[in-house]
Antibody
Framework: QVQLQESGPGLVKPSQTLSLTCTVSGGSISSGDYYWSWIRQPPGKGLEWIGYIYYSGSTYYNPSLKSRVTISVDTSKNQFSLKLSSVTAADTAVYYC???????????WGQGTMVTVSS | SSELTQDPAVSVALGQTVRITCQGDSLRSYYASWYQQKPGQAPVLVIYGKNNRPSGIPDRFSGSSSGNTASLTITGAQAEDEADYYCNSRDSSGNHPLFGGGTKLTVL
């Protein structure tokens, strides 16, 4: 059973870059079964898809965030990562990693990690 | 439009049936998936595809679609079903996932 776990700083200063990593356990990130995704949820608000990556390195980003987002994969560590540049308070959110299955649904989610943007 | 619209809040009496809807142009072409989120927890997939439940999801949860509207139906709502529910599909171009704004379900 695949499990996902986010890690990274819980506090980022405005204008800096937010960096998070998702570790995949119980399966191989290179299996080709999933698009590995990042989704966020500001406090008290709904879910927003940020982007996803295939194990080959192909990436797809939310057009509203595309200029600031980079998602990468490290198959040797079974991890994928998110970088969001030039952050502001509006980027304060719980960040989830999730797997997008072939059935076009996010079937496995990490527990989420809260990131606060504040000086 | 590239939006999925949900009612912000819905309530249901214990044991009764409730339908949560999601509207959007892209639903004419793509299925919706549905997620249950309880406070402080990650979302959980409850329905995907035409009407499929992941392992462990009770059969009181079902999905359907007609035109530009997808629906999640809970038949015989239980107290533990009180949660936020989000629909998810594609934007109208089909290129990107999109979430609805969420519906808060209260079980009375």
């Amino acid at each position: 059973q695949v499990q996902l776990q986010e890690s990274g700083p819980g506090l980022v200063k405005p204008s800096q870059t937010l960096s998070l990593t998702c570790t995949v356990s119980g399966g191989s990130i290179s299996s080709g079964d999933y698009y590995w995704s990042w989704i966020r949820q500001p406090p008290g608000k709904g879910l927003e898809w940020i982007g996803y990556i295939y194990y080959s390195g192909s990436t797809y980003y939310n057009p509203s965030l595309k200029s600031r987002v980079t998602i990468s994969v490290d198959t040797s560590k079974n991890q994928f990562s998110l970088k969001l540049s030039s952050v502001t308070a509006a980027d304060t959110a719980v960040y989830y990693c999730a797997s997008l299955a072939a059935v076009d649904a996010f079937d496995i989610w990490g527990q989420g990690t809260m990131v606060t943007v504040s000086s | 439009s590239s939006e999925l619209t949900q009612d912000p809040a819905v309530s249901v009496a214990l044991g009764q049936t409730v339908r949560i809807t999601c509207q959007g142009d892209s639903l004419r072409s793509y299925y919706a998936s549905w997620y249950q989120q309880k406070p402080g927890q990650a979302p959980v997939l409850v329905i995907y595809g035409k009407n499929n439940r992941p392992s462990g999801i009770p059969d009181r949860f079902s999905g359907s679609s007609s035109g530009n509207t997808a629906s999640l139906t809970i038949t015989g709502a239980q107290a533990e079903d009180e949660a936020d529910y989000y629909c998810n599909s594609r934007d109208s171009s089909g290129n990107h996932p999109l979430f609805g704004g969420g519906t808060k379900l209260t079980v009375l």
